[in-house]
């Protein structure tokens, strides 16, 4: 039987499932589950009491399998383990205001967007909350004595697709008892999952919504993002509004560069005319180009060039620091090279 992952109950909940026991070990088990402890660190319970809760529960649910550090900036890719035998990634980025960890929401992802290495084998599942607290606990232990202060569900997989999950994650992430990292610290990225963003805009979550946009129209989108059949540009701008106007919030549209596709003037141009006046942002992204994909980035004139064009059009824009370019940067890679690397083994 499955092991009850502990770490996404609430105080609340928590007190519930181990009724049996006086409430303030509730307490002391909630504090240490979300100090990123596992059973035996929680010297403050007895031995048999940590024994018997081992037998029926989990309390760290992800665990390190492999990190590639990079020589050119630190920044740290991450291969994580979860009880079932499946891995996802994970990068950790050292800026000046301290640590940020890109997080992934699903094994796999089954968008299908044409320049992603995590959709290549479709998804093999949701993770749980439990699972994304998890890693967050992971990179911690990594960096002993700081703490993780931002975080980007930009890994593998599309948060909105894992709805229930993402937005308990989002509660018990930035609970004052728990780890307390401030909504505002966090970014989630969507694909554009028109109803689901409507109805994120109503829980009350302020988060920074990142939008993966990388087109100008929907026939171009439509190339890029198998997404753009189901919900046309229009429609996901105005999703994006009503964010805003929810949240008060400006929304980032993400747009990776790719050679000729999506990348001239003339796309920069009608880029701007659909985002006039909307309370907005443009991160510009260099492609990192993905082995099994044929997609070319733009070269380093065409990203100036595009940029400029946005900037004389009054759109904020920046070019997303290419960080960890030397260990499989892009998303879903290091996943992909393990699993390449293990299937090659002989058994
Ligand atoms: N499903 C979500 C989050 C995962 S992708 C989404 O679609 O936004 C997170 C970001 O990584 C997206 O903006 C995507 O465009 C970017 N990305 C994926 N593959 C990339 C690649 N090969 N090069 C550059 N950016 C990439």
Known sequence: MDKKALLS??????????????????????????????????????AAMRQTLKESYTAQP?????????????????????????????????????YTLCLSTQVGCRMGCA????????????????????????????????RISNIVLMGSGEPLDNYDETVRFLRMVSHDEGLNIGLRHISLSTCGLVPRMRRFAEEGLPVTLSLSLHAPNDTIRRQLMPIANTYAMDDVLDACRYYIEKT?????????????????????????????????????????????????????????????????????VTRRRE?????????????????NDREEQPT
């Open 323 to 339: 960080m960890g370019d030397d260990i499989d940067g892009a998303c879903g890679q290091l996943r992909r090279h393990y699993l």
């Open 248 to 316: 008060g919030r400006r929304v980032i549209f993400e747009y990776a560069l790719v050679d000729k596709l999506n990348s001239l003037p003339c796309h920069a141009d009608e880029l701007a005319s659909r985002l006039r006046g909307m309370q907005c942002h443009v991160n510009v992204i260099p492609l990192n180009s993905v082995e099994e994909k044929a997609l070319r980035g733009a070269d380093e004139k065409a990203i100036r060039a595009f940029m400029g064009e946005l900037e004389n059009r009054h759109i904020s």
């Open 115 to 146: 320049f992603s290495a995590s959709t290549l084998n479709g998804c093999v599942r949701n993770l749980s909350s439990a699972e994304m607290l998890g890693q967050v606990h992971c990179a911690n232990r990594l960096i002993d004595g700081d």
């Open 62 to 98: 992800v665990s390190l399998l492999t990190e590639k550090v990079s020589q050119l900036d630190g920044t740290r890719k991450l291969l994580y383990a979860l009880e079932d035998g499946n891995c996802v990634e994970g990068v950790l980025m050292h800026y000046h205001h301290g």
């Open 9 to 46: 109950l609430t105080p609340e909940e928590l007190k519930a499932e181990l009724s049996a026991y006086p409430a303030f070990r509730a307490k002391q088990i909630f504090s240490w589950l979300h100090k990123g402890k596992d059973f035996d660190e929680m010297t403050n319970l007895p």
